[in-house]
């Protein structure tokens, strides 16, 4: 088994884009809540391919609001596998043939390290002003290291400025508020598929907007292409389709490094996609939740806060978060930053809901600015931990012969097992997610991404080794049509790649 390198961290010492790297590859719900997420609960909301609209569904339950009826409908149809699991979950002493999550996209392998980090005496401070109301976007001790932060890691070619920042309680509460306050009900979001499907609530439980789809295929074309390679002809017509069914689009999300794809855009794609949406005069919302996990060193990373000049900076917002890169997704804390005084004005007002507490924002200022210790040693030894969890997971899908992209970047790589559907349907993909998870192992499929192939699921490779391992032995398990959780070997016989680090 591959192992983690045994380094005493009790205290700390004193590129764009490189070659794109592809691994192995050549319902019936009612209309009772008709319109709900337009508010016009006397007019049927357009019926767009590509769309993404929850407010076709039905509900017997009456204690709740048509609104709270579709929040509801939300939790029961998207959490399935999440709630089983937690039910069930794998514990090495207490429950060993419980549920291995290979299917939440979080960072479980420097738990270490940043225990040791948040624990030093710089991070436990109270004072009173702490403890008080503050500027709702943020203490200006904290916006001003955001600023500097994402000034060094994101290169960009003039220091940020603190009043552009705003600090939230997490990425999708980011999503929330920028959908509330730049859409009006009804309207629409292009985003490319398949994409962190989680966005669909973001956007849509508050502020009521909708997602209209820019489909991509796993295809290559030519020498030039790529496999769900995003265009600006691709966004053209996703564009087109929507006005053609009534639907207006305010704004366009890109998540980059991408998710579930791992894929990052290079300095002239992010141009074009900026450059196409000043010409519809959109809105762009940039995710980089893990902008600071390309764990490969031939592949270089360009945020668009990098670039040299924005094509239309008073509508581009840039989005992170600790919950990825530092592995905190339970901490949450996010941060916009936006040219755009009015949006960050609007958004800072729903932090009275979305806010901080004060400690938090102390904690975070303490870690963001030190910078020795982010550089010297948790970077290089995260992306280290990455790639060797990388590595041992792409080795034993190639020992399979399965298909798979990888773009040394994220937590996770998208695998192809289009050929484990006879039928290659939908259908047939939820049941092999079905007896994944009835072998204890939880996956995400590509429905849940909206990815158009039946076939592609997301494996989650940043969790510790002996959880690693059993987790593929499970999955090796449903795949030669032997679901034995009980006779689980120990993690220990998993095969393993030779001198890797973990």
């Known amino acids: 088994m591959f192992t983690l390198p045994q380094k005493d961290f009790s205290a700390p010492t004193t590129r764009c884009l490189g070659p794109t790297c592809m691994q192995d590859l050549g319902s019936s719900h009612g209309d009772d809540l008709e319109g709900e997420c337009s508010r016009k609960l006397d007019q049927k909301l357009p019926e767009l391919p590509g769309v993404g609209d929850p407010a076709m569904l039905s509900s017997d339950t009456s204690y709740l609001s048509s609104r709270g009826r579709m929040i509801k409908w939300f939790w029961d149809s998207a959490e399935e596998g999440y709630r089983t699991y937690h039910m069930d979950e794998y514990d090495e002493n207490k429950n060993p043939s419980g549920i291995i999550?290979?299917?939440?996209?979080?960072?479980?392998?420097?738990?270490?390290?940043l225990s040791w980090r948040l624990s030093q005496s710089d991070m436990?401070?109270?004072?009173?002003?702490?403890?008080q109301y503050a500027d709702w976007r943020g203490h200006l001790f904290l916006r001003e290291e955001v600023a500097k932060f994402l000034s060094f890691y994101c290169k960009s070619p003039a220091p940020l400025r603190p009043e552009n920042v705003v600090v939230l309680n997490g990425g999708?509460?980011?999503f929330s508020a920028l959908a509330t306050v730049l859409c009006e009900a009804g309207e629409a979001f292009l985003i490319p598929t398949p994409y962190y499907g989680a966005i669909t609530q973001h956007v849509c439980l508050y502020g009521n907007v909708r997602l209209a789809y820019v489909y991509l295929d796993s295809e290559v074309t030519g020498l030039d292409t790529r496999p769900f390679q995003l265009t600006v002809e691709k966004l053209e017509t996703a564009l087109r389709e929507a006005h053609?069914?009534?639907v207006k689009v305010k704004g366009l999300i890109l998540i980059n490094p991408q998710n579930p794809l791992g894929d990052i855009?290079?300095?002239?794609?992010?141009?074009?996609?900026?450059?196409?949406a000043k010409r519809h005069k959109l809105h762009v919302i940039v995710d980089e939740v893990y902008m600071l996990s390309v764990f490969e060193e031939s592949v270089g990373y360009c945020s668009v806060l990098s670039l040299e000049r924005l094509p239309d900076p008073q509508r581009t917002h840039v989005m992170w978060a600790t919950s990825k890169d530092f592995g905190m997704s339970g901490l949450r804390?996010?941060?916009l930053y936006t040219e755009n005084q009015d949006v960050a004005t609007a958004v800072a007002s729903l932090c009275r809901y979305h806010g901080l507490s004060g400690l938090v924002q102390y904690q975070m200022a303490q870690l963001l600015q030190d910078r020795d210790w982010i550089n010297q040693v948790?970077?290089?030894e995260n992306h280290a931990r990455l790639k060797a969890a990388h590595t041992y997971v792409s080795e034993e899908l190639r020992a399979l012969g399965i298909p798979f992209l990888s773009r040394g970047a994220g937590f996770f790589i998208w695998v192809d097992l289009r050929k484990y559907l006879p039928k290659g349907t939908f259908e047939e993909e939820m049941l092999l997610w079905r007896r994944f998870l009835d072998n204890k192992v939880l996956l995400s499929f590509g429905k849940a991404?909206?990815?158009?192939?039946p076939g592609w699921f997301r494996f989650v490779f940043s969790d510790q080794a002996h959880r690693l391992c059993l987790g593929m032995q499970r999955v090796r398990q449903v795949l030669a049509g032997k679901s034995q959780v009980a006779e689980d070997a120990p993690p220990s016989q998993s095969q393993e790649p030779s001198d890797q680090r973990r």
């Open 101 to 113: 999550n290979l299917g939440v996209s979080e960072n479980k392998l420097c738990s270490d390290l």
């Open 449 to 453: 991404f909206e990815c158009k192939e």
């Open 265 to 276: 855009y290079s300095p002239e794609e992010l141009q074009e996609y900026l450059v196409f």
């Open 333 to 335: 804390f996010g941060t």
């Open 244 to 246: 053609s069914e009534g």
């Open 124 to 131: 436990q401070r109270v004072e009173p002003s702490l403890l």
């Open 378 to 380: 948790y970077l290089p």
């Open 172 to 174: 999708a509460s980011l």
